[in-house]
């Protein structure tokens, strides 16, 4: 089985920079996986933070208290989900 995957949009006042190859990138969606183990993993995705059309680039989640309860609730809502799906 492959990993299920809910995409989360990273609230405002949590949104953070990061860089990659020297270029600004704002992150404002996670993507929650639940792995075949059933242990959550997130991702996080963003946008080039001077504009364009630059790539949509994945980073680490920071360790930060917020962005852990963050994916936490994504991974329980996405297992909510997930298990109502599969239900006869």
């Given at each position: ?7 989360v ?5 949590l949104?953070w920079?990061?860089?990659r ?10 993507t929650?996986r639940?792995l ?11 946008r ?12 680490p ?5 917020e ?20 239900r006869?």
């Amino acid at each position: 089985m492959n990993a299920l995957a809910l995409n989360v949009t990273i609230p405002e006042h949590l949104r953070w920079t990061d860089v990659r190859r020297d270029e600004e990138f704002t992150l404002q969606t996670l993507t929650v996986r639940l792995l075949p183990d059933g242990t959550p993993a997130a991702k996080a995705y963003g946008r080039p933070t001077a504009g364009g059309r630059g790539a949509y680039v994945s980073f680490p989640v920071p360790d930060r208290p917020e962005l852990t309860e963050l994916v936490e609730a994504a991974a329980a809502r996405a297992a909510q989900l997930w298990g109502a799906a599969v239900r006869p």
